[in-house]
């Protein structure tokens, strides 16, 4: 038995395993490009359970039926060898083994038991948060991090999870101070990059937004595709509050779909979000959505996200591929019998109204989001992400020419900005006083 980069035992004796397993964990942590070095560590000790569970949990994140399909066998190898491993390892393979039946809670609980019982594990961590990104649980997301922070507090991977959490909890100076410290220990962590660009967007910092992310841009090319492209996404909805569409539409084209692994879910997703956002403005997108749609054939049974869902409704009915979008809202009914009840109260209505919306049915479109408006949260996404649900509901709104409703949410928005901004200028105060 050998210890990992973490400190933590490893049920192999090859150090090259070991070495694999390492730079799989970097990958992980640094969202590279590389996580299928972890098949590397199968190879070299084909006995080690641990690795088995790794293999099929970056298959898993990939959230499509293909990469369902090929965690599979990973799993049953991870268990076929679980017995000789350690309790934390037996942990992992739980977690990741409930996640590729559906039963998230369950995983979320292995991962809690993980961080519990061995707070050093930080990609249980990451997990961790997945999960609970997913399912719109913001206070859990930042708890499990911040509960294993006292174990690892130099750790510049976790103090962006910390920052990230507290971001989402609206802790927002403190998640730029953590960020920022993520940073200083090493400017290439993208996704402590990513959550200070969160509390800039969230504060309506835009020119300081742009040149924040714009100064890490060259730490990106080694990173997966969904973080590539992400942080890309981030910058050009900086531009998009600018009104300057020439250059949204020059990122969408060049990065944010021109360089998106376009079979991946997690980038049709961003693309899909920039469009509309895009079309929200009146702007006309050309023929971005038809070269989109066929990419979307393989997600129309799959369901792994309700929140993505959301998104590929919306652009299979801008792209006129009515059918397709009729046999997705079918199948995702049939999908809410065994599904969690989301799907069926929140996620199949806001749908159904995203494809309203998209075929300019504006009154369907509010009777549709009003009951639901106040639950989005539960189908997962960051509030910038989800943020774009509330401007179609807004839309709809102005379009019947309800301008009293729509005035009404435009004004609890513009506050909500108003109090975000004097937070951030009291936060600034605080920091020169102290
Ligand atoms: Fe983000």
Avoid at 80 to 92: D, G, H, I, W
Avoid at 135 to 145: D, F, P, Q, V, Y
Avoid at 179 to 194: K, M, S, T, V, Y
Wanted: charged share 20%; net charge neutral.
């Amino acid at each position: 038995m050998l210890k990992d980069s973490q400190g933590l035992a490893v049920t192999t004796n090859s150090s090259s395993a070991i070495a694999a397993i390492d730079l799989y964990t970097e990958q992980s942590l640094s969202y590279g490009n590389n996580a299928e070095i972890i098949l590397q560590a199968i190879a070299i000790d084909p006995t080690c359970a641990y690795s088995y569970a790794h293999a099929a949990a970056h298959y898993l994140s990939l959230e499509s039926a293909q990469s369902r399909r090929q965690a599979s066998p990973y799993i049953q190898a991870a268990q076929k060898y679980a017995s000789a491993a350690t309790v934390r390892e037996q942990l992992y393979i739980y977690a990741i083994a409930a996640w590729a039946i559906g039963a998230t809670k369950k995983a979320i609980a292995y991962h809690e038991e993980i961080a519990e019982k061995f707070p050093r594990d930080l990609i249980s961590v990451q997990r961790g948060q997945y999960h609970y990104f997913y399912l719109g649980n913001k206070e859990r997301l930042l708890h499990i991090a911040q509960k294993v922070l006292p174990y690892s507090p130099e750790n510049h991977y976790l103090q962006g999870m910390v920052a990230f959490g507290l971001e989402q909890c609206h802790q927002l100076q403190e998640a730029e101070i953590v960020g920022r410290q993520a940073l200083e220990i090493n400017r290439h962590d993208p996704w402590a990059q990513h959550a200070v660009a969160h509390v800039m967007e969230t504060q309506g910092r835009i020119d300081e937004g742009i040149a924040w992310m714009s100064s890490f841009t060259d730490t990106w090319e080694n990173c997966n595709s969904m973080l590539y492209t992400h942080n890309w996404w981030h910058i050009a909805l900086y531009y998009l509050e600018k009104g300057d569409v020439k250059q949204v539409l020059e990122l969408y084209d060049r990065h944010i779909w021109g360089k998106a692994w376009q079979e991946s879910s997690k980038d049709q997703v961003g693309a899909i979000s920039l469009l509309l956002r895009l079309e929200l403005r009146g702007i006309d997108v050309g023929d971005r959505w038809e070269q989109i749609a066929p990419y979307l054939k393989a997600r129309i049974h799959e369901h792994a996200l309700p929140f993505q869902d959301l998104h590929y409704v919306y652009a299979l009915a801008r792209a006129g591929r009515f059918e397709l979008v009729n046999e997705m809202l079918f199948s995702m009914q049939a999908y809410t019998r065994k599904a969690s009840p989301q799907w069926q109260e929140v996620a199949l209505p806001a749908a159904r109204g995203m494809n309203a919306h998209a075929r300019g049915d504006w009154q369907k479109a509010i009777a549709l989001f009003s009951p639901i408006l106040s639950r989005l949260h539960e189908i997962g996404g960051s509030h910038a992400q989800r943020d774009l649900f509330e401007q179609v509901y807004l839309d709809a709104w102005l379009r019947v020419e309800q301008n009293h409703q729509a005035l009404q949410m435009l004004e609890k928005r513009v506050t909500a900005r108003r109090y975000l901004a004097s937070m951030q200028r009291n936060s600034i105060n605080l920091l020169q006083a102290s």
